[in-house]
């Protein structure tokens, strides 16, 4: 196994410092300087922090963001707290929203009626797409 690089000065030269904190610590043999690695495996895709953070936005709980996506919603509310990250007040649209395939979707959009009356937006997520659409809430 090759050793990680000194992320001061780049250098391969590094020995073995001891465990801190579950994870290898290491010494730069060029310049000193102690550093340890990430664990290996615990580092989720930037991509689905960005849908999530995307869903967010466009008013998607966190459950069903957790549902979607097939991550923690606790891990996407800390997302949301470390990128303070806002979703806007909605009082009078909501959002709905559909998974479909590419066929799917342009049969919708071939449909006038689909695109009068609320907003929509549509968003890949994976191998299907998303469409997110507000509609008003109807008076009671």
Known sequence: MSKPACPKCDSTEATKSGVVGGRQRYKCKNCGYHFSVAKVGKEINSYYV?????LYVEGVSYRE???LL???HVSVMNWVKKYGMHAPRQTEYH????IV??????DFFQ???NLKGAGLIVTELGD???M???ERFKGS
């Open 50 to 54: 960005i849908k999530a953070l995307q």
């Open 111 to 113: 449909q006038p009626q």
């Open 132 to 134: 997110i659409r507000w």
């Open 65 to 67: 963001i957790e549902r």
């Open 128 to 130: 299907k797409y998303m």
């Open 101 to 106: 395939n590419q066929k799917e979707l342009a």
């Open 70 to 72: 097939g991550v923690s």
């Open 95 to 98: 959002p709905t929203y559909k």
